[in-house]
């Protein structure tokens, strides 16, 4: 972070009183936020020495933001952690990361460190420290973020600090933003990927972070609204979340662009969606792995925009393989590998980052599955296990969940697997809706309307008010099959 510190004292040098961060404290000036960073980056340094890795709470609020430019200002690392980590989570980040410096809110202090506190830092919240480790541990990275975690332990993403830059200039440059633009912070600063677009691409940009620290869909409409917000970055259930709590429409006009990814899309749904909002969304494929690597943008039209994925970063190359690894044709599907600026380092592993396995020439397999068209258009396809198993036949949880999303008055939609004595497996459909009639027969007449073979059609339909979510708002697939089967037995 050492870079975007350099940026904000230029400003400051320039500007001191511009705002450059909004949450639910207020307004806070770039003076004052640098303030705060050298107080923090003084009392972390007096315990470690130089070069510390800080593992921080990474609230979406003023501290995360105070905290990236404290750790720039000792040129450091910065570990993210959410504030829901439980005390084995914690347990197993800290053996991952081996932090030298752990700042936490009184509260999750209590949680998962009951009196490991050295001092107290950025207003009441604790600081532990020890003697920092020999520098150049991590080769370069300059931030670690936490997986979600919904399969396993989650991993610690070590991104270097070229690599944020890289990502957040090129969507920069893709969406047309300018400097002093308000850029929004939805997702919860706890990954690497959200850190880099909620966080750094905003100060990057010199324009203001506007930091949303509860998610609620409408109170996130009416924020961006009133800041006058040009860009933002959010997972498809929020995207979707948002459009169904505009209460007026057309409350987002002035934003210049929403860009969405991070879980399975459909076209009509969000068509839907930024209509009611008057913003246009633009899809990406991207992981923290590496960051943000494809986009559309905000002069594509619809059918690009909402029905692919977008283009790659410029320097960044996405393509599909087969199981032996050979590249395949234009418009033949294949495994997605990917290679390029914004690649990640390599994963925390006792404290030192372990090289990530790549292919031959470079590339690193994504686990999905994508369609690079001639023109360079790419379409993700789903991920590679993202199949239900009904009876020896394979179905493909994508492809049912586009066609139930074309249904006009299905708002949200997730198909899981629930478990069967004799097939294996049934398919369930967890739908969104604001009709409370909608049932599996209007859904197989729609699918045979749509053309999806019946073979593949879902068995259950139960209408929920909201499809399970993970830590960082994505749609959590796990839970989702547990209440599709509980909502199987209640009915039964």
Avoid at 342 to 367: I, K, Q
Avoid at 425 to 430: D, N, P, Q
């Amino acid at each position: 972070m050492r870079e975007l510190h350099a940026d904000l004292e230029r400003r400051a040098a320039a500007a001191p009183d511009d705002v450059v961060a909004i949450d639910a404290d207020g307004e806070h000036r770039v003076a004052d936020l640098l303030a705060r960073a050298a107080d923090l980056a003084a009392a972390v340094e007096a315990r470690t020495g130089p070069r510390p890795t800080l593992m921080v709470q990474a609230d979406n609020s003023w501290r995360t933001v105070v905290a990236a430019l404290a750790v720039g200002r000792l040129d450091g690392t910065l570990a993210l952690l959410s504030r829901h980590t439980t005390a084995p989570e914690f347990a197993a980040a800290r053996e991952d990361v081996d932090p030298d410096a752990v700042v936490l809110s009184p509260a999750l202090t209590e949680t998962v460190a009951p009196g490991a506190v050295d001092t107290e830092v950025l207003d009441g919240w604790c600081l532990a420290a020890r003697p920092a480790r020999p520098a150049g541990r991590w080769r370069g990275g300059a931030v670690i973020g936490l997986t979600s975690g919904s399969t396993g332990r989650a991993k610690g993403v070590v991104q270097s600090e070229a690599a944020l830059r890289y990502a957040g200039q090129a969507t920069v440059d893709a969406v047309g933003l300018r400097p002093g633009d308000t850029v929004a912070a939805l997702v919860p600063l706890s990954s690497a990927a959200a850190v880099c677009f909620g966080l750094y691409l905003p100060l990057l940009l010199g324009g203001r972070v506007l930091l949303l620290d509860r998610w609620d869909p409408a109170v996130a409409v009416d924020l961006m609204a009133a800041h006058d917000t040009r860009w933002t970055m959010c997972v498809p259930t929020m995207a979707l979340q948002m459009g169904s709590a505009a209460r007026h429409g057309g409350e987002l006009a002035a934003m210049t662009a929403m860009t969405v990814g991070g879980g399975p899309m459909d076209a009509g749904a969000l068509g839907r969606a930024e209509e009611r909002l008057g913003t246009r969304f633009l899809r990406v494929f991207g992981m923290s792995e590496c960051l943000g690597h494809t986009t559309s943008r905000p002069d594509d039209d619809p059918v690009t925009r909402l029905g692919t994925d977008g283009t790659p970063f410029p320097g960044t190359e996405l393509r599909a393989v087969d199981e032996d690894g050979t590249t395949l044709p234009a418009g033949t599907p294949g495994r997605a590998e990917v290679r390029g600026p914004s690649l990640f380092l390599g994963y925390a592993r006792d404290g030192e980052v372990v090289p990530p396995a790549l292919s031959a020439d470079g590339f690193l397999p994504t686990g999905d599955l994508v369609e690079v068209a001639p023109d360079g258009t790419v379409s993700i396809r789903g991920r590679e296990k993202d199949i239900i198993i009904r009876g020896g036949r394979n179905i493909d949880v994508t492809e049912v969940e586009s066609a139930v999303a074309r249904h006009p008055h299905v708002e949200q939609v997730c198909v899981v697997p629930v478990p069967d004595d004799v097939l294996g497996e049934r398919v369930a459909v967890l739908v969104v809706t604001a009709r409370d009639d909608l049932e599996l027969p209007e859904m197989q007449r729609h699918l045979g309307d749509v053309g999806l073979t019946k073979g593949k059609w879902p068995e259950y339909v139960f209408r929920v008010e909201s499809l399970p979510q993970n830590r960082v708002g994505k749609l959590s697939r796990a839970d989702a099959a547990e209440l599709a089967d509980r909502l199987r037995a209640v009915r039964a």
